[in-house]
């Protein structure tokens, strides 16, 4: 092995024996310190070359004896790295490990990796495990960084960032991202020299078409793409609109391929090396004509052959999920986004970096001069809407029509929400063994980019967070920023008349000069769909989407926490969503009192931490552990845990695929047909009710539950023992 001193020659000459030379941005990461161990962060368009800056640290890190780590936010993502990674440099000698699930073990056997692939949640579940190899990381390279603002993975992220770069010294991070608004804000608190580039390799043209028959306008676009010899990807918010598309598409897409392309294709489903790809039946049709649809309900292999024939040029168009957007490596001529709206929520509009991320896929280099990016609205001024939300509009010197270049949004941190600083407060007590509240939030997550964003951002709540008990003024002060907090003490935003009061309501009229009066109210009362009302007000504006009140509510919240100090802690905390993140923990037996004020995990706590389950998971769990002296209620349970740890209810559906685990020998195709669910929809489902039965083990038995431990031990080594039986037939399961 080589020194550190001759590390670029080491790392240069393993890219020339692959056929590799650092160009554009790789080599303006090089200039910056990339290979002299420098943390950077590098910024640039997708097909820019951002992958290589990643790997060529990795090398550095081998070059130097230490070890590397490639996050990536996909499982998929994470089997196509390590793929492309086995291929280049295994041959050089170079243990290349890949690692995405199973939360439960310590990592022990990763020990001998000089890299290692996984996702951003495997990386965190590793370091809650203090896996002992972990002082031994040299380089840690994170792809699609700005998912450190995703709502329910991104504080995960960026918590284990935190941990990393306190578990070891000079570690080089380089971060990697396409779509990121204000970069040297979040460069400057990972400590990266930031390296940027808007340089693509082939120039994005993007509009906006609005149109009442989107089918039609969708067969257009695509044939003009695919009568020119173009890829197209089309995506759609829901899984049963893209296989809709694609068999909209199979006809007119087929009609342009000569017999040739045809036998390949055929070929290519029948080939040797996809002998073990059980393709569904219903695609078969699709793929023989150059479409097909990608989206989580297929197998893993599935997926991946959709994929690598679409790479390849075999498939002329794909129609995908939003969902994969940042899974699918694929450049296309054309990306055509169907609608902006989020496909959880309609009413709301998609995050403009995620629409960036799909659009920057337009544009294969080495085959398309330009990529054309196209979304689709309902009407006009949606299409005007979106624009300004988007783009920034800027004219063409030489044409005089107008250009819309991409309009990125700051990354911000989602660390500060109450259920994810209660998981993050065990982690960092686990973490740091004991500690007050005080030494947890200036000592641990004073260095957290939620306080890094504190600092750089004008708009911060006066009350970055609130570990403690949450008092009607802590809540207010969460959700308003100090100026705001010290008008309404002042009186300054209005005069405010209290005349609702209740066990769940707080409501009253807010007087403000020149505009008159405006009727608001806090309700912890839970609508007839179960969700929260919340704070409200006749403004029409009652919280914006960054979390902060309108003056109004910010004027009766400070007035009631006043006048009705008991009534006020109560209602308005709830109303927010803000609960005490310790207080909670205390309450399920997760945390202790150590010595002085401190605070420390129990046993169960860092139990708990390890299995990497969510609070409000574990809390339904301790609750039903007890209530299990059947198969059938432990069906129950587990069915109920799932639905909460998956976010969507599970139904009878559910019970039949676990019962056909436990009773029968179908294949996991069989079985998805049986409960009439999607291949990888099943795969989902079982390891995550493995990972759960799992953990309700290991709690049964700190709590000496025996009868249950024993109960639910014997469905999860039959669960174990049919997934591995499955995986090791090959099956399209993985």
Not at 71 to 97: K, N
Not at 671 to 687: E, F, I, P, S, W
Request: with cysteine; proline share 4%; hydrophobic share 40%.
């Amino acid at each position: 092995m080589t020194s550190a001193m001759d590390t670029p020659t080491y790392v240069k000459g393993v890219l020339a024996g692959v056929g590799l030379t650092p160009r554009g941005i790789q080599s303006k990461a090089i200039e910056a310190g990339l290979l002299e161990g420098k943390s950077i962060m590098v910024c640039s368009p997708t097909g820019s070359g951002k992958t290589l800056v990643g790997e060529m640290a990795l090398l550095r890190g081998v070059s130097d004896i230490r070890k590397g780590i490639y996050l990536v936010p996909l499982r998929a993502l994470a089997t196509q790295v390590v793929s492309v990674l086995r291929e280049r440099y295994a041959d050089q000698g170079i243990r290349i490990e890949i690692s995405t699930g199973d939360f439960q073990t310590d990592g022990s056997d990763l020990a001998e990796a000089q890299i290692l692939v996984t996702t951003y949640e495997r990386a965190d579940s590793l370091v809650r495990h203090k896996v002992d190899w972990l002082n031994k990381i040299g380089v840690l390279v994170i792809d699609e960084v700005q998912n450190i603002g995703h709502t329910s993975r991104g504080a995960r992220l960026e918590s284990v960032i935190m941990r990393m770069r306190k578990l070891t010294e000079d570690l080089q991070i380089v971060a990697l991202s396409a779509t990121v608004g204000e970069p040297y804000m979040l460069a400057d608190w990972l400590g990266c020299h930031l390296v940027e580039s808007d340089v693509r390799p082939v120039p994005l043209t993007c509009k906006l078409v609005p149109t009442t028959d989107r089918e039609k306008t969708v067969q257009q676009l695509v044939m003009a793409t695919v009568q020119a010899d173009g890829q197209v990807i089309v995506f759609h918010r829901t899984r049963r609109e893209t296989e809709a598309e694609a068999n909209r598409l199979k006809d007119s897409v087929g009609r342009q391929l000569r017999t040739k392309e045809r036998t390949t294709l055929d070929r290519e489903m029948d080939s040797l090396e996809n002998w073990n790809v059980t393709i569904p039946t219903e695609m078969r049709p699709l793929l023989h004509d150059g479409v097909a649809y990608h989206h989580a309900g297929l197998g893993a292999r599935t997926r991946r052959l959709v994929e690598t024939m679409f790479g390849r040029g075999l498939l002329r168009v794909v129609c995908a999920t939003t969902t994969l957007a940042a899974g699918m490596d694929l450049p296309a001529r054309t990306v055509v986004l169907t609608s902006a709206r989020s496909p959880q929520h309609h009413r709301r509009f998609l995050p403009a970096n995620q629409v960036h991320q799909m659009l920057g896929r337009a544009g294969r280099p080495g085959k398309d001069v330009r990529g054309f990016g196209v979304i689709l609205t309902g009407s006009q001024g949606e299409a005007r809407m979106l624009t300004k939300e988007y783009f920034a509009s800027e004219v063409n010197p030489d044409t005089g029509t107008p250009v819309l270049t991409p309009n990125y949004e700051p990354v911000t941190s989602e660390l500060g929400t109450s259920t994810n600083l209660t998981e993050q407060l065990l982690v960092a007590l686990d973490f740091l063994g004991a500690a007050s509240l005080e030494e947890v939030e200036q000592e641990y997550l004073g260095e957290s980019y939620l306080f890094h964003c504190g600092r750089w951002l004008t708009n911060t709540p006066m009350r970055i967070v609130q570990l403690g008990e949450v008092t009607a003024l802590a809540a207010i002060e969460r959700h308003a920023n100090p100026n705001m907090v010290r008008s309404a003490r002042e009186n300054i935003l209005g005069t405010v008349k209290i005349r609702e009061r209740g066990d769940t309501v707080i409501g009253g009229i807010v007087s403000v000069l020149r505009s008159g009066q405006q009727t608001c109210r806090f309700s912890a009362r839970m609508t007839s769909d179960g969700t929260l009302e919340g704070p409200m007000c006749s403004c029409g504006s009652p919280m914006t989407k960054h979390g902060f009140l309108c003056n109004h509510l910010v004027a009766l919240g400070m007035a009631a926490s006043s006048e009705l100090t008991q009534l006020a802690n109560f209602v308005i905390p709830l109303a927010l969503s803000e609960t005490s993140p310790s207080g909670l923990l205390i309450r399920l037996g997760l945390l202790e009192g150590g010595e002085g004020d401190k605070l420390r995990p129990t046993t169960l706590g860092r139990t708990v931490n390890r299995l990497y389950l969510k609070i409000s998971t574990f809390k339904e769990m301790m609750a039903l552990i007890p209530t299990i002296e059947s198969n059938i209620v432990l069906m129950s349970v587990l069915r109920h845990l799932v639905s909460l740890e998956t976010g969507q209810k599970q139904g009878e559906t559910f019970d039949t695929l676990i019962a056909s685990v436990a009773s029968t020998n179908l294949s996991m195709r069989e079985m998805a047909r049986l409960a009439n669910l999607a291949v990888g929809d099943v795969k989902a489902l079982l390891d995550k009710s493995r990972s759960l039965l799992y953990s309700i083990v290991a709690v049964a038995d700190r709590g000496n539950m025996e009868r249950v431990s024993e109960m639910v031990h014997d469905l999860l080594s039959i669960i174990d023992s049919r997934l591995h039986h499955m995986e090791s037939e090959n099956n399209d399961s993985d």
